[in-house]
C-alpha cells in the first residue's frame, strides 16, 4: 500500500518529539510544534505557566470583602469612577458584535463574556473581582511563576463569577473540566492588568494602610503601657465606639 510522505508539518511535529519538554524537572518529549509535553501543554493552556496552579474562589474571598467595603464608602473617588465607567466601556464594547470584523479570537471572548452576561454579571461586579484578584497577587506572589500565570488567574477568577458548567458524561462521569476560550484567558486579565494598574495599585495601598493601622492599634491595645501616650490616644480616638 501506498504511504505518502509526510508533510512539512508532520516532519516538523517528528522532529519536535526528539526535543525534551522546556517545563523544569520534565523530561519527556514535546508534543506538536510546542516546547511542552501533553500534560505540561494542557497545563500552560489553561493556567498561562506549566506550573501554575488553579486558584481556589475562597481563597481571594477576604480581598473581594475589602474591595466591595473600600468602593461602598468611596463611591464618588474620582478613581473609582474613572475605573467603573472604562470598565463598563469594555464589557459593553465586547459584548457587542464589533464591527467589520470577524475575527475568532474577538468571537471567542464574546461567547464567554455573553454567559456572564447572561447571568447577570455586571460591569461593576467584573471591577471588584479583578482588583480583588490584584489584591490577591500582590499577596501571594508565590503562586504565580510569572505574569502571565497571574493574568490567567485574573481572567478565570473574572469568568469564575458565571463559571462554565462541567461537562458530564452519561453516567454522569465529568468529561471535561471547566474550559474557557484561550481568546478570554489570554485578553481579560492582560488588559485589566495594563489599563488600571494605577487604580489597582492605589486600591492595594488603601487595603494595606488599613490593615497596617488595625495591626498598630491591636498592639497599642495588648501592650498599652509599651505605647507612647500621643499615639495611644491617637489610635483610641478612631475607635468607632467608645471603649466599654
Ligand atoms: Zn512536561
Known amino acids: 500500500m501506498y504511504t505518502p510522505p509526510p508533510t512539512e508539518f508532520q516532519a516538523a511535529v517528528r522532529r519536535n518529539s526528539f526535543n525534551l519538554c522546556s517545563a523544569p524537572h520534565c523530561g519527556k518529549s514535546r508534543v506538536n ?21 488553579p486558584i481556589k474562589r475562597p481563597d481571594v ?4 470583602e475589602k474591595v466591595s ?74 503562586a504565580f511563576p510569572d505574569t502571565r500565570s497571574a493574568d490567567y488567574g485574573m481572567s478565570r477568577s473574572i469568568l469564575g463569577l458565571a463559571p ?14 471547566r474550559h474557557y476560550k484561550t481568546a ?22 488603601a487595603v494595606e494602610q488599613e490593615s497596617k493601622k488595625k495591626e498598630a492599634l491591636r498592639n497599642a491595645l495588648h501592650a498599652p503601657f509599651n505605647a507612647p501616650a500621643s499615639m495611644y490616644q491617637a489610635l483610641v480616638a478612631e475607635l468607632p465606639v467608645a471603649p466599654q
Not at 474571598?61 to 473581594?64: D, K, L, T
Not at 462554565?164 to 473540566?177: D, H, N
Request: proline letters at 2%; aromatic letters at 8%; glycine letters at 8%.
Open 33 to 53: 510544534i510546542g516546547k511542552h509535553c501533553k500534560a505540561h501543554h494542557k497545563v500552560c493552556g489553561r493556567y498561562g505557566h506549566p506550573h501554575a496552579r
Open 61 to 64: 474571598q477576604w480581598a473581594r
Open 69 to 142: 467595603d473600600l468602593f461602598a464608602s468611596n463611591a464618588t473617588h474620582a478613581g473609582l469612577v474613572a475605573a467603573t465607567a472604562w470598565t463598563r466601556q469594555w464589557f459593553a464594547e465586547a459584548l457587542a458584535a464589533p464591527s467589520g470584523t470577524t475575527h475568532r479570537d474577538n468571537l471567542d471572548l464574546r461567547i464567554d463574556l455573553q454567559r456572564l452576561d447572561a447571568r447577570g454579571i455586571t460591569a461593576d461586579d467584573i471591577l471588584k473581582e479583578a482588583v480583588a484578584f490584584s489584591i490577591f497577587t500582590a499577596t501571594n506572589e508565590r
Open 164 to 177: 462554565k458548567a462541567f461537562e458530564v458524561g452519561p453516567r454522569g462521569t465529568v468529561l471535561s473540566a
Open 184 to 205: 478570554a484567558l489570554r485578553t481579560i486579565g492582560t488588559t485589566f492588568r495594563l489599563t488600571l494598574a494605577g487604580f489597582m495599585a492605589s486600591v492595594r495601598n
